[in-house]
């Protein structure tokens, strides 16, 4: 059973992306030593380009379908679309970064090279777990991702609430990660295998063999409970508020999508390719929690006043969103109309546009000199109309107000809801959605209705600038322009090769 | 002209306009109103171009636009139009230009509310356009936007509280409906067809009862919030007293006509055996709204409001005629919505001029207004005779046939709505009385007429602002009467109520054809 035992010649050039940015990691770190004026802005170039060729490798590789490694690492059309949705947010990030280091806006100063460093090192995790075929490989990438996460919040490190919530964060993530090997474990032990197809194989004969062993649900139960500590499901979201609000601002724009895909590319390999056969069991309680958690998220968000936690739990809401695309697997017997998957894939994309946009905003204020309540939002519409032209598109593409990106998005969700079946999840999402209009209204509101009482905002970020333009770009006609995106997405299908 | 897409030329029109002002940033508040009647001028010509070519006698889609967007779920950019929406779509082109005109007394960021009705004006005729489900969802949350800006931005006092109400009252409703078009998309695959969103294919299928009647509900409640219907009305006399006169004339005219739209051309065509079983009750809540509306409307101190609460009684007659299911019916609910839109506009139109000189709505603190302002209480005077359906003006022509049809298909509900249209003359009647007739606050009385009650409580002081004008020695200030834009953006809409009051056959001629295609799967007969 341990087939690594073998010799095997690994076929690296599947590993093109990840190897991009493994080398552009460990380059970032050399260079930190050996050039230490290339600090700052050189790095920031090097990493864009790094993740930019990383991407370029990962186009190339569609329709690729071949493991290496004994069937440890898939190089399919899943892990192509999850390295689409990391690099595109990399890049955004590193944008969004770059002003942000050497504003004002942190007390004291941030340490450039080990961002860039850690970033890039919680983005290569990211892609492991996308292109993840074994148990092991899962919870190395997931490791990964959350290591450099927990750093990150914590970057920060004159400002005792970035401590804070990276210490919640991390005590957390900890508690996280073990209830999710402990899952994987008692897998394993029902199973005997560690490999993702082969787990499916195994659970198809249990399932024909009648009946379901409580250790499987246990198992079952577990990882999604792991799991949903990462992309902070309620209720498993503690530590998200506290994290969101007291990290650098360009980190919790990060961390609302890295560390999330990460969590759901985990969900996906884990739930929908090795547990499919158990699809009955899981998918009624991943709706459950989709529910609870879109509520929570909104309506809790309605209450902050400190846009970063609202940011927060409104990031909470859209986990719900997400978490009930994937309940929507398995309604029909052919796959290739199953969107569930497709419609997860495509709303971590819009998000990472949207979500990321909204911090960028707050953090174009900050570099201004500005807070991040919702007062000091006061009027910005007749101050810096473009500023507010651009939140605004961001929060009602959050809101799901077509024809943005996030009404596609939430679109593909109702489809896909709607076609297994779950009509009240699909009514819960419209719900959930018009609760959360209150709280990004309430925003929007802020900026153009009422009286400013702070001096104009002045100051030059051309990099958090670019970063912007691009986000509305891609909020705008990503969505009017989603059929091919949406063709990608539905390779999943072909990827996973779900035995049923 | 044939090959022109002349309906996506007149949906981005104001869209053009106002995309050139926002990448105008600099551009002085003259230019950018001068930008915004250029837009809206262009887009009214080429509806009327669109209505001189329109072709009375087929029943189907004309100047129709195909594009194919996203094949693989069924959405196609399709654009086209029929009898009703080339009707809507040309008041709507009207409304907006007169609204743009009479925008005189907006003050503050002109640019920006230039930007934001000319939008407005793009996604309302987008909502009439629009033959896929999809785009229409588009257009129909794209005017949301808008008009809460309009209405939080250049409102008056409470207008925060108003546009957020609007704002989540619409989205509640619009969201559902969203569930209803998947609903509907996933049945019409289920059945054996072609994903498609096109209105028109999946209209020809047939869906089984309870699936019909979910959807129904599902469009129903997104269209009778926006009508709005009692008991969904709740949003609009906010969202009217704080928008702007503009924002007002806009959202009575146009964005009512939205929902009666809707329920023909989705719930009359889509789930026609659900609306035939729940036309009765329908019936029994447009009465209730009918009445409601009117006995409100008697109360209410503020002209706005007034105005307000009428139009929940009048888009009353419009649900009452659409759900009597025959010829008549329909023909009433669409002269009532065309007629509205007129009436209404011109009304809040003259609110807003008495506002303007006044700075105050308040019935109370008006009187005598007709010896000061003699055109001004001429025109006021007429729209208010067409609201309360005076024969020979437009409100009476939709009513009587919406009663007419209401009485063939259900008599009760045609007796009980005859006998209602008498509060509409008991409340209009009496605010004229009250705002133009009766002696203004602090005048004194007439020696020579003991006839006339005096004034008391009349409460609202109006010389609290700074009073340019002229007082009397009274006190009562000498208001001018109407200016040259006030008189140019009302007299149109006094002139159209006249002619639908005595010649309304065009009117019916453009939309027969398409009314009697709607109504063939209730197998009723033409007039």
Request: aromatic share 12%.
């Amino acid at each position: 059973m341990l087939p690594g035992l073998e010799t095997v010649n690994p076929d690296l050039a599947l590993l093109t992306p990840h190897l991009i940015i493994l080398g552009l990691a460990l380059l970032l770190l050399a260079i930190d030593v050996i050039v230490p004026r290339w600090r700052g802005a050189p790095m920031a170039y090097l990493t864009i380009i790094g993740y930019a060729a990383a991407l370029v490798a990962t186009l190339l590789m569609i329709d690729t379908n071949e493991t290496t490694f004994n069937g440890m690492f898939r190089a399919d059309d899943f892990s192509v679309f999850v390295n689409i949705i990391v690099l595109t947010a990399g890049i955004l990030s590193v944008l969004i970064s770059i002003n942000y280091m050497t504003s004002r806006a942190e007390p004291g100063s941030m340490p450039v090279p080990e961002y860039y460093t850690l970033i890039t090192f919680s983005i290569l995790g990211t892609m492991i777990v996308g292109a993840a075929g074994d148990l092991l490989i899962v919870f190395l990438g997931i490791e990964m991702t959350s290591l450099a996460a927990y750093t990150l919040t914590g970057f920060a490190r004159h400002r005792t609430t970035s401590l804070e919530g990276a210490l919640k964060y991390f005590l957390l993530g900890l508690f996280a990660s073990a209830i999710l090997v402990y899952g994987m474990a008692w897998t394993y032990g029902a199973t005997g295998t560690t490999n993702l197809t082969e787990i499916a194989t195994e659970l198809t004969a249990f399932d024909t063999a009648g009946g379901v062993e409580a250790s499987l649900l246990l198992a079952v139960l577990l990882v999604i409970i792991g799991l949903g500590f990462k992309v902070a499901a309620v209720p498993f979201h503690m530590w998200t508020p506290d994290a969101y609000q007291g990290a650098p601002t360009p980190v919790s724009a990060y961390m609302s999508v890295i560390p999330k895909t990460a969590g759901f590319a985990a969900m996906v390999r884990l739930l929908v390719q090795a547990m499919a056969p158990l699809r009955d069991e899981w998918t009624i309680i991943i709706a459950v929690l989709a529910v609870v958690t879109m509520f929570f998220g909104n309506i809790v968000a309605i209450a902050q006043t400190d846009v970063k936690r609202m940011l927060g739990y409104s990031s909470i809401g859209h986990t719900g969103y997400m978490l009930a695309a994937l309940a929507a697997f398995g309604a029909s017997s052919d796959l290739n109309d199953d969107l569930s998957v497709t419609s997860l894939l495509f709303y971590l994309l819009a998000y990472a546009f949207m979500n990321i946009g909204a911090f960028a905003v707050v953090t174009w204020l900050q570099d201004r000199g500005r807070g991040v309540d919702v007062e000091d939002f006061r009027g910005l519409a007749s101050q810096s109309p473009y500023a507010a032209v651009i939140m605004t598109i961001f929060l009602l593409s959050l809101t799901g107000l077509p024809p943005l990106v996030g009404f596609y998005a939430k679109y593909y969700v109702i489809l896909a809801t709607v076609d297994a079946d779950l009509i009240w999840l699909a009514v819960a999402i419209v719900l959930a959605s018009a609760a959360s209009a209150f709280v990004y209204l309430r925003l929007i509101a802020t900026m153009y209705f009422s009286q400013a009482e702070q001096p104009a905002p002045e100051g030059s970020t051309p990099f958090l600038g670019a970063g912007l333009i691009t986000m509305v770009a891609g909020t705008v006609l990503v969505g009017v322009f989603s059929g091919q995106v949406i063709d990608l997405a539905q390779e999943w299908v072909e990827a996973l090769t779900v035995p049923f | 002209m044939d090959n022109l897409p002349i309906l996506s030329m007149i949906t981005y029109a104001p869209l053009l306009g106002a995309l050139v002002l926002f990448f105008t940033p600099r551009v002085d508040a003259a230019t950018s109103r001068q930008v915004a009647i250029g837009a809206g001028v262009l887009a009214f010509i080429l509806s009327l171009a669109m209505l001189v070519s329109f072709d009375v006698n087929e029943s189907g889609m004309q100047f129709t636009e195909h594009i194919e967007w996203l094949p693989d779920v069924g959405v196609n950019y399709d654009f086209g139009v029929d009898g009703i929406s080339a009707v809507l779509v040309v008041l709507t082109t009207l409304l907006a230009l007169v609204g743009i005109i009479a925008s005189t007394s907006i003050t503050h960021r002109r640019r920006e509310y230039y930007i934001s009705l000319l939008l407005l004006e793009t996604g309302m005729i987008g909502v009439f356009f629009a033959l896929d489900l999809f785009l229409f969802y588009i257009f129909w949350e794209l005017m949301l936007v808008p008009m809460a800006l309009l209405i939080g931005v250049w409102g008056s006092a409470n207008r925060v509280y108003a546009a957020v109400k609007f704002f989540l009252y619409t989205l509640f409703g619009s969201l559902l409906m969203l569930v209803g078009i998947v609903a509907i998309y996933w049945e019409n695959i289920n059945l054996g067809n072609a994903p498609t969103l096109n209105i028109l294919d999946l209209a020809a299928v047939q869906y089984s009862d309870t699936l019909q009647f979910w959807v129904f509900l599902a469009f129903f409640i997104a269209f009778a919030i926006k009508v709005p219907m009692w008991p969904f009305h709740t949003w609009l006399p906010d969202a009217h007293v704080e928008a702007p006169t503009i924002g007002s004339v806009l959202l009575a005219g146009v964005l009512l006509k939205m929902g009666g739209y809707g329920l023909i051309r989705f719930n009359l065509s889509l789930t026609p055996d659900a609306a035939e079983d729940l036309a009765p009750y329908i019936m029994v809540l447009s009465l209730i709204g009918i009445i409601y509306g009117a006995l409100v409307a008697l109360v209410q101190p503020d002209m706005k409001k007034l105005v307000a609460y009428s139009s929940v009684s009048h888009m009353g007659f419009v649900t009452l005629g659409i759900f009597a299911l025959n010829m008549q019916g329909l023909y009433g609910a669409m002269i009532v919505m065309l007629s509205h839109g007129f009436v209404t506009g011109g009304l809040f139109l003259c609110v807003g001029v008495v506002y303007e000189r006044a700075h105050t709505r308040l019935i109370s603190a008006f009187g005598g207004i007709v010896s000061r302002m003699p055109v001004y209480s001429v025109l006021f005077g007429v729209l208010m005779l067409a609201s309360l359906g005076l024969p020979g003006l437009s409100g009476f022509v939709g009513e009587f046939l919406a009663l007419v049809g209401a009485f063939n298909s259900y008599r009760w509900a045609g007796v009980i709505g005859m006998f209602v249209v008498i509060l509409a003359a008991w409340y209009m009647m009496w605010m004229f009385q009250r705002v133009v007739f009766e002696r203004a606050p602090g005048e004194p009385p007439d020696p020579h007429d003991n006839a006339l009650p005096a004034v008391s409580g009349a409460s609202a002081d109006v010389h609290d602002h700074d009073d340019e004008w002229p007082v009397d020695e009274h006190g009562v200030p000498q208001w001018p009467d109407l200016n040259r834009i006030e008189l140019a953006t009302i007299l149109p809409l006094v002139l159209l109520t006249i002619v639908v009051g005595v010649w309304p056959e065009p009117f019916m001629e453009l939309m027969r054809t398409t009314l009697e295609t709607i109504l063939i799967p209730f197998g009723s007969q033409g007039v």
